[in-house]
Structure formats: structure tokens, C-alpha cells
């Protein structure tokens, strides 16, 4: 009998981890509020709103329940409704169940440290958050990992890939950000986002240990003028203004994904050489319309 896995806010790393556990040889289960994305991508969709309280006895019982939720702006009512408050209504729905799901994936982010002198950080670092998302994320996390049910939280530090290239552009611009002192950040391509996920999912399958917590970046933490001025090689631009914050509200650490490795995980795209080398080809080669 297939496996079945639900993924709660399917969007663009949710439809790629289904691809992958379809391929996988699983039923997948998709719930967003718009399902038209879903189409034809072999994951069965659910339209369905979970900060509705009468939504969520609709949800399907599955073996593995991935909780991978967008907040819908970046305010702190937003990051409320989507993270503690979504994380805890689904625990509460699920643990009710005559068949709950063998575990939870809570999909975090590195936003919950609040390092920012060049540390390096992993699983074990302290999480001292000040502002609202990393304080409600950091909330929801604790929410899984005391629940009796077994849990996972995976911290995905700066996703990039398709469709996320800002970076990029602020290249293309000419823009680069300072070098001293060196602002460090750490990234991972989309496709890693999946990988990390539909790895930790089947040793989970298979009975193997899990721990309950994950830092999942790629295998080097760079300055970021390093790789803006790669870039700017790459795309052969001129870099002529310097950002004195292009990272806003993200502070300057280093991601340890050590544990990710060892639990046997090979990265796809290790660095930012590979994953953005493939993004800036799959540019150049895309129609000047798209």
C-alpha cells in the first residue's frame, strides 16, 4: 500500500518535494488555498484555508505530514496566524485522529538566530530572536518539538533558485554589497529545499533515527560581496554602487549543516557557484519576453 504524505501550504518547494516522493513511488496531497498550481503536476490538490477552524477536520490522514506554509505578508499578524497559531490548530487536529501521521516536518527558518558578528551556527546554537517572524517562527517550532506526536523542524536558511533572483538583479544593476566588515550569508537552492526534505522523509519511512531538529543551508557560508562579485564575472557587469544592508533584516552568521550531511544527504548544489551558474544559464537561455 502506498505511503501517503500531506503537504500543508504546497507551493513552489512543496511541488517539488511531491514530484520527487510521487517519483518515490507515494501518493502526495497538496493543500493551498489556490490549487490551480497543482495541475497536472501528479499531486492531488486540496483547496482548503487552515486558519479556518471548520477547514481542518477536512485534512486527509497521511503518513507524514509536511507543514510548509508561506505567511501571506510580512507582518506579525501574518506570521501569527500562518505559524504558531496554523502549527498548533494542525497538532491539535491530527493527534485526534484514530491513524495520526508517524511524523511532522515543520519547515523553519534561520531567522530564529539572532547572530550576526560572523558566528557559526548549528542545531545546538542559541535562538535569541528580537524581531516578530524569527520570535513566532521560533513559537512554532517549540510548539511541534513539545508535542507528544513525533516531530521534525527543518531551518532552511536564503532560498534561491527559479524565480528568486534578487540577487541577480541587483548584480545586473550594477549594485554589490560592501566588503568590509564581511556580511556573511548563507543560501539554498530550491531543489536542496526538496532534496533535504524527501530525504529526511524516507529515513523516517524506513524507521531510521531522526533528530528533531535540522539546519539545512549549503557547505559555504560566503561574504556576500564574494558572491556578488562572482556574479558580476559571471554576468560580465561592472559593478559600480555599493549596498551599505542589502540583507535587511538577515544577520551575518555562518550555517553549520554538518548534521544535514551526516544524516546522509548529498547537496545537489554545495555552493552558490553551482546553483546561481545554473540559474543565470537557464536566464540567457530563457526567451527575452519571459
Not at 251 to 262: F, G, I, L, P, T
Not at 276 to 286: F, G, N, P, S, T
Amino acid at each position: 500500500m502506498k505511503k501517503t504524505t500531506l503537504i500543508i501550504g504546497c507551493g513552489d518547494i512543496g511541488i517539488q518535494l511531491g514530484k520527487r516522493l510521487i517519483d518515490a513511488g507515494q501518493r502526495v496531497i497538496g493543500v493551498r488555498r489556490q490549487v490551480a498550481p497543482l495541475a497536472e503536476t501528479g499531486i492531488e490538490a486540496l483547496a482548503l484555508d487552515i486558519t479556518d477552524p471548520a477547514a481542518l477536520a477536512r485534512l486527509p490522514d497521511a503518513d507524514t505530514v509536511v507543514y510548509i506554509l508561506s505567511a501571506a505578508r510580512f507582518d506579525e499578524n501574518a506570521y501569527a496566524e500562518a505559524y504558531p497559531k496554523g502549527i498548533k490548530a494542525v497538532l491539535g487536529e491530527l493527534e485526534a485522529r484514530a491513524t495520526p501521521p508517524k511524523r511532522v516536518f515543520f519547515v523553519s527558518s534561520t531567522s530564529v538566530y539572532a547572530q550576526q558578528a560572523g558566528e557559526v551556527v548549528d542545531e545546538t546554537s542559541e535562538t535569541a530572536p528580537t524581531g516578530f517572524s524569527g520570535l513566532l517562527m521560533r513559537e512554532a517550532e517549540q510548539a511541534l518539538l513539545d508535542h507528544p506526536m513525533p516531530g521534525t523542524v527543518v531551518r532552511f536558511s536564503g532560498i534561491y533558485g527559479p524565480g528568486r533572483d534578487r540577487l541577480i538583479r541587483q548584480v545586473k544593476e550594477g549594485r554589490v554589497a560592501a566588503a568590509n566588515p564581511p556580511m556573511y550569508s548563507n543560501r539554498i537552492h530550491r531543489d536542496d529545499c526538496a532534496g533535504v526534505l524527501a530525504h529526511l522523509i524516507a529515513l523516517s519511512l524506513d524507521d531510521k533515527p531522526l533528530e528533531a531538529l535540522y539546519l539545512a543551508s549549503d557547505c559555504e557560508p560566503t561574504p556576500l560581496h564574494e558572491v556578488m562579485t562572482w556574479m558580476a564575472g559571471k554576468l560580465k557587469v561592472e559593478l559600480t554602487e555599493t549596498i551599505q544592508s542589502p540583507l535587511r533584516r538577515r544577520a551575518s552568521k555562518r550555517c553549520d549543516n554538518s548534521r544535514v550531511r551526516d544524516s546522509g544527504y548529498r547537496f545537489q548544489y554545495p555552493s552558490f557557484r553551482e546553483g546561481y551558474a545554473e540559474v543565470i544559464k537557464a536566464q540567457r537561455q530563457a526567451p527575452e519576453s519571459a
